[in-house]
């Protein structure tokens, strides 16, 4: 089973409760750490999860930075997390790296170095990432293969092979904001009328459940 995640919502959580939107993403980044063990335990082989756009480049300086300093701190604990080893997760990043600056591209370059070798349970950050521009980056990378242009060959270009069975989207909005518009032509979608840091374990369970009991056509 791989699950997408829409991991929206922090800034509205934050202002909810009257604190300010650092407090919001801090709380985010908190869940992710607690979805981990949910998934560990629920059997997920794949996650993949949208926490930064392309897009959100264009968000005050100051939350910017403030967000390039969280990924850095958070996605160093990761390499040197023992769940990480015990259970031989494999964390890999999808997006723009070009977009981020040196360091944090070193950090997440030197996270999948160490677990690349892990297979058991697989987590895809996706940072700086744009649906749109992984298909142009797919096209232009194909072209330059000189491979004849067909669906497999164009799926091994992209950033995310796999597809994601279903995706959430916390937060109550119902778009798909540009995530993995390819890999999700027959995901099932749920969303969930909670923000990111609201998340529990239950949901996650109720949003397996009722995937669960969908049945799936893939357009027959």
Known sequence: MHIGIIVDGNRRYAKKAGKKSWDGHREGAKRIEDLF?????????????????????????????????????????????????????????????????????????????????????????????????????????????????NESNFENCLWLKENPDFIIRTSGEKRTSNFLPWQSAYSEWIFLDKMWPEMTKQDLKKAIQEFNKRERRFGK
């Open 37 to 149: 063990n949910w998934c560990l335990e629920l059997k997920v082989k794949e996650l993949t999860l949208y926490c930064f756009s392309i897009e959100n480049f264009n968000r005050e300086s100051k939350e910017v930075k403030f967000l390039m300093q969280l990924f850095k701190r958070e996605f160093k604990k990761l390499g040197n997390d023992a769940r990480v080893r015990k259970n031989k997760i494999k964390i890999r990043f999808i997006g723009d790296r070009k977009k981020l600056d040196k360091e944090l591209q070193n950090i997440m370059k030197e996270v999948e170095e160490k677990t690349k070798d892990y297979n058991n349970f697989i987590v895809n950050f996706a940072v700086a990432y744009s649906g749109k521009q992984e298909i142009l980056s797919a096209i232009k990378k194909l072209v330059k293969t000189k491979k004849e242009i």
